[in-house]
């Protein structure tokens, strides 16, 4: 069992930055590779971004390729999402998820176990 919890969420301008944070309590965490994925009011959970147990590999969605970052701290138990040149288009809640299936689809959601509450990114024009 793993037990997902996001900060980081708020209100930002176009154009600036929000770093989400997602700690992580339970099983070995390293086990588990990560994802994070938003929905918006109305609109079907995307994907975002994903990470490899061991931090070696990346997966972005095109929408927010280089603007974007995933990281993990394994020592932490902690993945982030480092967001930068914010849309009002990136609003969203935005949750993070753990998979540790070995064959992972990084972008689909049905691959993950667990997923956190959720934290709310606004972003104003």
């Known amino acids: 069992q793993v037990q997902l919890v996001e900060s980081g969420g708020g209100l930002a301008q176009a154009g600036g930055s929000l770093r989400l944070s997602c700690a992580a309590t339970g099983r070995a965490f390293n086990d588990y590779a990560m994802g994070w994925f938003r929905q918006a009011p109305g609109k079907e959970r995307e994907f975002v971004a994903a990470v490899t147990w061991g931090g070696d590999k990346t997966t972005y969605a095109d929408s927010v390729k280089d603007r974007f970052t995933i990281s993990r701290d394994n020592d932490k138990k902690s993945v982030y999402l480092q967001m930068t040149s914010l849309r009002p288009d990136d609003s969203a809640v935005y949750s993070c998820?753990?998979?540790?299936?070995?064959?992972?689809?990084?972008?689909?959601?049905?691959?993950?176990?667990?997923w956190g509450q959720g934290t709310q990114v606004t972003v104003s024009s």
């Open positions: 998820a753990a998979s540790n299936l070995a064959h992972l689809k990084p972008d689909d959601s049905n691959d993950y176990t667990y």
